[in-house]
């Protein structure tokens, strides 16, 4: 399998925040690239689209790695082209099921925030993309603003519900005690994501 990965940031973020979780996969022994997008601007298609072409040209077994919406949009890209399917995906803290948090934003009339990609954060992926190996990496410490705008359950991250990170079919789950937007520079998570990517499993060497 390919040792290319694609991190993608999440909502009202930019490539930056990714160089943390980047550099320590390549200490891992990744070859690591940073895929950019505005969430508000482009929308999922014009992303999508992007995401597409640039995974053609890496290969089959290209991994992606997503936190928040940028995880949401790495199974929505798979769920849509098959072709691409062959990597596996771990995704950090993403709403996979749909954003309480993003529907309270609605309902107080801040959901012009998160322009076009709305309703993808809304509903979630629907399935998981047949054949992928996904893992999941959510937070539990629940300081967040996303707890103000809607309930996220009994555990969250501050920003999205426990429950929001799971669907039939995941190949693994794993839990730690941190934040949403901590998972982005957890050591912890980039080891069990450099563990799932090669294993398919979040324990192990």
Partial sequence: MSNRVILLHGLFMRRPVLLSLARRLRSEGFDTELFGYSAQRHGPEGVLKRLHERMQVL???????????GGVMALECLNREPSLRG?????????????AASRGLARARFGFTLGRS????????GELPSGVEVGMIAGSHAVGIGRVFSPLGEAHDGTVGL??????????????????????????AAAATARFLRNGRFAGA
């Fill in 59 to 69: 290969g089959a077994g290209t991994h992606l790695v997503g936190h928040s919406l």
């Fill in 87 to 99: 990597g596996r995906v771990v995704c950090l803290g993403s709403p996979i099921a749909g954003s």
């Fill in 118 to 125: 709305r309703e993808l954060l809304h509903g979630g992926v």
């Fill in 163 to 188: 429950e929001e990170t799971r669907l039939p079919g995941l190949t693994d789950h794993l839990t730690i005690p941190v934040n949403h937007t901590a998972l982005l520079w957890s050591s912890g």
